[in-house]
């Protein structure tokens, strides 16, 4: 009877087994089953500067690697350290993903780590990857990465990256980011955030601010705040 049971239990607990690590055979199976929850690493593609931030990241077999897309438009491509910025055959590509002023959700590109082997990634956008837009999985060392930025700045030009591959792409809201975006860069270009700047503003201060400067400070400060409230009062300060 014990025996039953116990073989009763055995086979209930085979058979809870997700089938995914399956896939990562008898040696990746025992070295999941022991472990750990997988961890999300969210990484930073582009903002102020053409950057991934951090540039380089440790993770387990079975992590997912989120990269979260910031102010520009860049893709997170694998490359190798001997052609940091042309895609690897077969490798993981982002395709080009943007993110504008205003924006209120963030792109991501989420892919599962499936070895343990430095990995190398590049954004494939325009001379980014010269000017050093790489990143590294596992890297050996720090070396290694600044290796690869350095092989990475050494090319003339990048290579761009065809079909989405090895990984997902998605949308996050911009509260749940892991950066705040970079200030608009030209709110008056337009395609900004109109709500924060009323368009009337700016042409109306600049008749006044020459006169102003020719009474003292307090005068000045004193104009320029009546012509943001008043605007219609400003031709009256210049009459004396
Ligand atoms: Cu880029």
Known sequence: ????????????????????????????LRANLKTRQAKVIPVVVGGPQDTFNPNSVTAAVGDIVQFQFSNGNHTATQSTLEAP???????????????????????????????????????????????GQVMMINPTGPQQVLDFVKAAQSTQKSVDGTAIAGGTTSQITLANAAFVPAPPKDP?????????????????????????????????????AATKGKSKRSPILLAY
């Open 85 to 131: 910025c042309t895609p690897l055959n077969g490798g993981v590509n982002s395709g080009h993903i943007p993110f504008k002023d205003g924006q209120t959700d963030v792109g991501t590109f989420s892919m599962v780590v499936s070895s343990t082997d430095p990995m190398f990634m590049f954004c494939a956008t325009g001379p980014h990857c010269q000017e």
């Open 188 to 224: 008056a270009a337009g395609g900004g955030a109109p709500p924060a700047v009323p368009p009337a503003a700016p042409p109306a201060a600049d008749p006044a601010a020459p006169p102003a400067a020719e009474g003292n400070a307090t005068a000045a400060a004193n104009s320029t």
């Open 1 to 28: 009877m014990k025996l039953i049971v116990g073989s009763l239990l055995l086979a209930a607990s085979v058979s809870a087994i997700p089938a995914k690590p399956v896939m990562l055979g008898t040696s990746g």
